[in-house]
């Protein structure tokens, strides 16, 4: 039932702010699946002030919920992205990492390019290969004098 009434928050409720706020405190719903549930809605509504509670999200015990909150602050995107998405670069679950990699790659700029500079030495060869990947492909649009 909490799952199903998250779930509709982004389409059944007008006001945007009440929609986050319900959003929100599903984010302390003791089942996974719910919070997930919560962060793909916020992320659907877009409401300002997500990206803190996406980047609270980076630190839930679930792994899926970590990964929903990976794409959410993707969709966000600019430079406070790339701030908060340094937690994720550091998860314990390798395709996390990984993930938030192609996020940053796809965000993209200089500071992008700074953190994965620090990627390329992860212990696990798939991240590191990822962000070698992602690192020339920044460095070139640098080059180019695109962000």
Do not use: C, K, N
């Amino acid at each position: 039932m909490r799952l199903q009434a998250v779930d509709v928050l982004s389409t059944a409720v007008d006001d945007q702010a009440t929609a986050a706020a319900l959003a929100g405190a599903a984010l302390l719903d003791g089942e996974p699946h719910v919070r997930e549930a919560a962060v793909r809605g916020l992320s659907d509504i877009g409401t300002p002030g997500d990206l803190s509670i996406f980047a609270q999200a980076l630190w839930d015990t679930d792994v899926e919920v970590r990964a929903s909150a990976i794409d959410a602050i993707g969709t966000i995107g600019g430079d406070a992205s790339i701030g908060a998405l340094a937690v994720a670069l550091s998860d314990q679950e390798p395709d996390l990492r990984e993930q938030a990699v192609y996020v940053l790659g796809a965000i993209g700029g200089v500071e992008a390019l700074a953190l994965l500079q620090q990627v390329v030495v992860d212990p696990d060869a798939i991240v590191r290969e990822a962000a070698e990947d992602i690192l020339a492909e920044l460095q070139r649009e640098v080059a180019r004098g695109s962000p």
